[in-house]
């Protein structure tokens, strides 16, 4: 079974400055990783997903994420964030054999001031 | 469709009634998960559809709980006997597992139970 843990429950940031969303896992085996993104009232959209490969991964909207397998980590950043990036974020797991249901983190609020 | 399709999107519902939350894959997707989404814990797992195979069932929280899927496509999710604990956003997800496991979800169902 896998766990995801996300330490932040909210993120504050003034508008233009760079952020970093924590996320850490636990695994027996070797995991795929996903950040998702929600704004109110929708569903969950993927930012940028790691299966294999570099172990950074750029995604959706400049949000980029490094796969850190010695610190089980997969933090989410962004050099430089605006308004519009304000919402939830979820960070999620998945074995990479066997099954296929990712496990989701309780998710973290990045609030954007201006 | 383009995109994954949940009705209704809201749901106001008495104690002790049953309700059906419909769910409409991408087309061509084999796989349909279902997830309840309550304030501040993140997306809790209920059910998991691949194919013809049995459905994974380990997520459900009780008896009260229940899904089908028909013909591999449209599913159901019905919870009998409502309670307040069951308040929650019910989000559907679908995914083409050949294609590196990048799930695509609904908007969600918000379930009020008074």
């Known amino acids: 079974a896998q766990s995801v843990t996300q330490l932040d429950s909210q993120v504050p940031v003034f508008e233009e400055a760079p952020v970093e969303l924590r996320c850490n896992y636990s695994?027996?085996?070797?995991?795929?990783l996903f950040w998702y993104v929600q704004y109110p009232n929708q569903g969950l959209q993927l930012l940028l997903k790691y299966l294999s490969g570099s172990t950074l991964v750029k995604g959706i909207n400049g949000f980029e994420a490094e796969f850190n397998k010695s610190q089980t980590s997969f933090h989410l950043r962004k050099p430089s964030v605006h308004i519009s990036d304000t919402a939830e974020y979820f960070c999620?797991?998945?074995?990479?054999?066997?099954?296929?249901?990712?496990?989701f983190g309780r998710g973290t609020s990045l609030i954007v001031h201006p | 469709g383009a995109g994954v399709s949940q009705s209704p999107s809201n749901k106001v519902t008495e104690k002790g009634k049953d309700v059906e939350l419909r769910c409409d894959p991408i087309?061509?997707?084999?796989?349909l998960y279902w997830y309840r989404q309550s304030l501040g814990q993140g997306l809790e797992f209920l059910i998991y559809f691949q194919g013809n195979s049995a459905p994974d069932k380990s997520g459900l929280p009780s008896d009260r709980f229940s899904a089908e899927r028909t013909g591999g496509s449209v599913s159901t999710l019905t919870i009998q006997r409502t309670q307040q604990e069951d308040s929650a956003v019910y989000l559907c997800a679908s995914s083409r597992l050949t294609e590196n496991y990048g799930y695509t979800f609904g908007s969600g169902t918000r379930l009020t139970v008074v």
């Open positions: 695994s027996s085996v070797s995991v795929y």
């Open positions: 087309s061509g997707h084999t796989a």
């Open positions: 999620a797991v998945s074995a990479s054999g066997g099954s296929y249901i990712p496990t």
